[in-house]
């Protein structure tokens, strides 16, 4: 889990968070790491996790976005829509939506990719 940047492991069999404040929060289902960003589109979703849990650097992770989907319309125009809904996203700063709609774009590549092999 990662909560406002922070990595948080449970260690036993329970555990109870209150988050008293409004700040960034990843259950592990929604966590990649780099090690697993393996293609295009999981790159892109790593780049709108970034800009999700470290506003810090937002310039720089909004710049490593856009390159990134530049690249991936080169090689695939038809994702055109999907990476329509994700930029709208991160234009009005809804970054956790972004995420949800990348995955749509992750399961069109994997299908883009089977139809190739």
């Not at 929060?25 to 996790?49: G, H, M, N, V």
Request: proline residues 4%; neutral net charge.
């Amino acid at each position: 889990m990662i909560i406002d940047g922070a990595v948080i492991t449970n260690a036993g069999p329970k555990c109870h968070f209150i988050v008293e404040n409004n700040v960034p929060i990843l259950r592990e289902k929604d966590i990649l790491s780099t090690e697993k960003a393996t293609t295009p589109a999981k790159r892109i979703y790593f780049a709108i996790q970034l800009m999700y849990i470290d506003n810090g650097n937002l310039a720089v992770h909004h710049n490593a976005y856009w390159d990134l989907v530049r690249d991936f319309l080169e090689a695939a125009p038809r994702s055109i829509a999907i990476i329509d809904k994700i930029s709208n996203e991160i234009l009005q700063g809804n970054y956790y939506p972004a995420m949800k709609t990348c995955k749509k774009l992750i399961a069109y590549e994997e299908e883009v990719i089977s139809r190739v092999q």
